[in-house]
């Protein structure tokens, strides 16, 4: 059985990875700002760095696998905050544990959204890129929640991507879910508000399964992605979320 380090498990869909990777016999090393094993704050630097250093202490021989889960939504007002978790306290954190993921030949899930392809700002997108957090900070300050939280997703995933030869050659294997609407406590504020409550579930009916996810659904989906079954699968970011993005962009794959 394994080691796992994961980000956000806590609550939510994390709280559904780490209880499913659980459940199949492995160790999992959870990183969250509460309810944790290792409690960190991944909004700044010196939090990351102290979630690195913990997990290493944990895992001196190394990991099997990393998800990184922790996240907040476009209701959160402050886009920096958005942004520096969202982000940078993803990167980092995988940067930091790549050591660790090559010791074992570890398998690295990031979660991404199916928000991610809908983002129209390509100019967030490039600054986060471009890896100057104060920038993009600063430039997140100028645009709405959803293209901030959506411009993360998107940059998450681009990331993952434009790294996956460089890791694979070194033995880790990269992917991405982009969940779609999956009911968890961050949805379940919005679900509830009295202004966007009732778009809210129109956005719901309109799933072509006809259903809204379960973080259960989107535990299962990294579960394979981190399981040897999925050794040759690298690169791919899963849409898991009841034929939303295929709806919203048929004639893109
Ligand atoms: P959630 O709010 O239940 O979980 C988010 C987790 O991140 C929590 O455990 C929280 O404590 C942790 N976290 C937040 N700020 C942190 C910080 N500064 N440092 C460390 N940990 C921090 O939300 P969720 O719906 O389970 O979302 C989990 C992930 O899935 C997020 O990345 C989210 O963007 C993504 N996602 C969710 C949906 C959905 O419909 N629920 C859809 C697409 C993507």
Known sequence: MGIYAMTGGATGIGAAIKNRLREEGNDVIV????????????????????????????????????????????????????????????????????????????AVVLVSSNSAPMNNSP???????????????SFSETIEAQEVYSGTKKAVARWMRSKVAEYATAGVRMNAVAPGYTQTPMTEQVENDPTYGPAIK???ASIPVGFPGKPE?????????????????????LFVDGGHDAMFRPDQV
């Open 31 to 106: 990183i969250d700002i509460k309810d944790a094993d290792v409690i960190a704050d991944l909004s700044d630097s010196e939090g990351r760095r102290a979630a690195v250093d913990a997990v290493r202490d944990a895992a001196p021989d190394g990991l099997d696998g990393l998800v990184t889960c922790a996240g907040l939504g476009s209701n959160v007002p402050n886009h920096p905050l958005i942004t520096r978790v969202n982000y940078f306290g993803t990167v980092e954190i995988i940067e930091g544990l790549r050591e660790l993921l090559e010791r074992r030949r570890g």
């Open 123 to 137: 100019e967030f997108v490039e600054l986060l890129l471009a890896g100057s957090e104060e920038e993009a900070v």
């Open 202 to 204: 129109e956005f719901m």
């Open 217 to 237: 659904d989107q535990a299962a989906a990294t579960s394979f992605l981190l399981s040897p079954e999925a050794r040759f699968v690298c690169g791919s970011v």
